[in-house]
């Protein structure tokens, strides 16, 4: 494998271009803990990439990942390489990526998220101000369990599919892709509860 020696660092969320004539495309990011990780991109030409292939620091291939599929990995530093023939852009996306990104530039949007998708209204200010100062000391997901498990919320009766939805424009700032709905849906059918579809849901940046 032709890893490059120097490969390009790369942050939660980051919308990454890469060119399919380069022989280095290749890209690190390290987990603060075990976490899941999410692999998004396409191709120049629009369609979704066919693979993301993951390497740990030893240049040991972990995992091959098409597109909107979620890996769980464990903490530690590791290197990827998305494949497409026309070159393309991609995206990683995961709640415990290591990242240098000012906590103040993502927090307030989340919470807001949080109240439009989820409760359906605006944040107030004292309860913007509670849930950023409680955002200190807890995980996005805890917060996240709170406002879903609201009787706001519980009273609409939303089906597993608007509930992915509202999962969507919540962590990811972003409506569903096919593959990643597809997903969600079979794993909820498969028994995961949607508290812990919540605890695995990545953020499309970290807080």
């Keep these: ?30 987990l603060t803990e075990a976490g899941n990780v999410l692999f998004a991109g396409s191709h120049a030409s629009g369609y979704p990439l ?27 530093d590791y290197l990827i390489f998305p494949s497409g023939r026309y070159g393309g852009t991609f995206s990683v996306t995961s709640t415990v990526m290591a990242d240098t990104t000012d906590a103040s530039d993502t927090v307030a949007p989340f919470v807001n998220r949080l109240y439009i998708n ?3 209204r605006d944040s107030d200010t004292a309860g913007l101000e509670y849930w950023i100062s409680d955002l200190e000391s807890t995980t996005a997901a805890d917060v996240a369990k709170l406002f879903y498990n609201s009787p706001e919320f519980l009273n609409a009766n939303y089906s597993d599919f608007e509930f992915i939805q509202t999962a969507y424009q919540t962590f ?17 059918s498969s028994g995961l509860s949607r508290d812990g579809l919540l605890a695995s849901w990545p953020l499309s940046h970290p807080l």
Excluded: C, H, K
């Design 1 to 30: 494998m032709g890893a490059s020696s120097s490969p390009t660092p790369i942050t939660s969320g980051q919308e990454v271009s890469f060119d399919s004539t380069a022989t280095d495309n290749y890209y690190s990011f390290t």
């Design 50 to 76: 066919e693979s993301v292939r993951i390497y740990d620091n030893n240049l040991n291939l972990i995992a091959s990942r098409s597109n909107g599929i979620s890996e769980p990995l464990q903490a530690g």
């Design 118 to 120: 989820v409760l359906g």
């Design 172 to 188: 990811m700032g972003r409506g569903y892709d096919e593959s990643g709905m597809s997903y969600w849906l079979g794993q909820l």
